[in-house]
T-cell receptor, first 113, second 114 residues
């Protein structure tokens, strides 16, 4: 079965700084990769996803992620963060023809003024 | 219009009680899910239904019983509640089963067992 590791549980950054949230996955078959964001007291919403094709995926709110098959990674980046980006970010992986999506433990991004 | 709704938003109850959480989606999706998020924010799938049929049944106590009366609704009934059941429960839906579709999450139900 597939699994996901988010290497940082907390990432504090200053406003307008760049940020990278790291995600590594494990699977023996083709995968689909997702990043979701959870704002306080809300459900998760999709930021972006990789299904196939270009390995650089652009999402909402200026976020992007790059699929690296050789390193089994799908790191999330933003060149300049805002206070409003403060949230919990979840990386998730599913496998071809498998409805079971596995989530990482989450990374708490805190943007400070 | 709320895409995926859950009721109640908060649920506080005593150990040993039986409670239900309801979920409805108005997106016309075929597939629905229940997730449990613990106090450390770890999100774990519990069940998934596709067109009212159970397709994922993770290792959860049999005190938890999902029920899908139609493909727009997926309810979760919990018998004999325990302290460890305290968590936030999220319902989600996706257009189809199969792993490629975005999942749309409800706002969550915070269950506190005293």
């Amino acid at each position: 079965a597939q699994s996901v590791t988010q290497l940082d549980s907390q990432v504090p950054v200053f406003e307008e700084a760049p940020v990278e949230l790291r995600c590594n996955y494990s699977s023996s078959v083709s995968v689909y990769l997702f990043w979701y964001v959870q704002y306080p007291n809300q459900g998760l919403q999709l930021l972006l996803k990789y299904l196939s094709g270009s390995t650089l995926v652009k999402g909402i709110n200026g976020f992007e992620a790059e699929f690296n098959k050789s390193q089994t990674s799908f790191h999330l980046r933003k060149p300049s963060v805002h206070i409003s980006d403060t949230a919990e970010y979840f990386c998730a992986v599913s496998e071809y023809n498998n409805n079971d999506m596995r989530f990482g433990a989450g990374t708490r991004l805190t943007v400070k003024p | 219009d709320t895409a995926v709704s859950q009721t109640p938003k908060y649920l506080v109850t005593q150990m040993g009680n039986d409670k239900s959480i309801k979920c409805e989606q108005n997106l016309g999706h075929d597939t629905m899910y229940w997730y449990k998020q613990d106090s450390k924010k770890f999100l774990k799938i519990m069940f998934s239904y596709n067109n009212k049929e159970l397709i994922i049944n993770e290792t959860v106590p049999n005190r938890f019983s999902p029920k899908s009366p139609d493909k727009a609704h997926l309810n979760l009934h919990i018998n004999s509640l325990e302290l460890g059941d305290s968590a936030v429960y999220f319902c989600a839906s996706s257009p189809r089963a199969g792993g490629t579709d975005t999942q749309y999450f409800g706002p969550g139900t915070r269950l506190t067992v005293l």
